[in-house]
């Protein structure tokens, strides 16, 4: 940390992450203020405090967002799994790899338009080294497989397709809150069957510990080396 502000400005992760917690940020209060009736600048103030501690997994409120219709559900589900930027205290798939994955489907659409074309993938202005959207795909696909089975299993359990959904995203997440009358702003854990909240603690540990560290334990090749 070198005090540079400016630097930090021009960081590609850090840009996305302003960009997508802004954009929800508006999209929040254009909606509390057209459909829920609010002033510009109560809805502002509801929507920034509420979309920044779901992004940053802080896991306050400052009223219950369930109140605020049908649109904040895929919302809320969606920048709880994206999550904050890489090396902080946040979960979720983080900006880096969101930023990667874009730019890996980008460079695969230029190859289609021009097969024989050299194409370099960036970031931060650097090639971004091979191994790495690799890593980064399997990261993803092993997160969205984690996040569908817990949902899966929470609905076997008897919960409802929002209780579910969300419950397995704020865990594996690390948020906090879910979404829902059970588990939303205004409830808590506690009705949940015991197997569900075992299965919910199991998924916060595995995604606190970004996926690969905690479920390598479970592969009989790690034992036998």
Not at 41 to 58: D, K, P
């Amino acid at each position: 940390v070198r005090g540079g502000f400016k630097a930090l400005l021009k960081d590609t992760q850090v840009r996305w992450f302003l960009g997508i917690a802004i954009g929800t940020i508006l999209a929040l209060t254009g909606w509390l203020s057209v459909e829920g009736g609010e002033s510009l600048g109560h809805a502002l103030r509801l929507a920034s405090f509420n979309a920044i501690s779901v992004m940053t997994g802080t896991g306050y409120s400052s009223t219950d967002f369930n109140l605020w219709g049908a649109f904040v559900l895929p919302l809320f589900t969606l920048i709880m799994l994206v999550g904050g930027c890489t090396g902080a205290t946040t979960g979720g798939i983080k900006v880096f790899r969101i930023h990667v994955l874009y730019a890996t489907a980008r460079v695969q659409m230029l190859k289609l338009i021009q097969p024989h074309g050299m194409f370099t993938m960036k970031f931060n202005g650097r090639p971004v080294p091979e191994g790495v959207p690799g890593a980064v795909m399997g990261f993803f696909f092993l997160f969205i497989l984690s996040f569908g089975t817990v949902a899966i299993a929470l609905s076997l359990m008897g919960l409802d397709f929002v209780t579910s959904v969300s419950g397995a995203a704020t865990a594996i997440a690390n948020v906090g809150p879910g979404l829902g009358e059970i588990i939303g702003p205004s409830g808590n854990f506690q009705p949940l069957p015991d197997a569900a909240k075992w299965l919910l603690s199991f998924a916060m540990l595995i995604g606190r510990l970004e996926l690969f560290t905690a479920l390598i334990l479970l592969v009989p090749h790690f034992w036998r080396d």
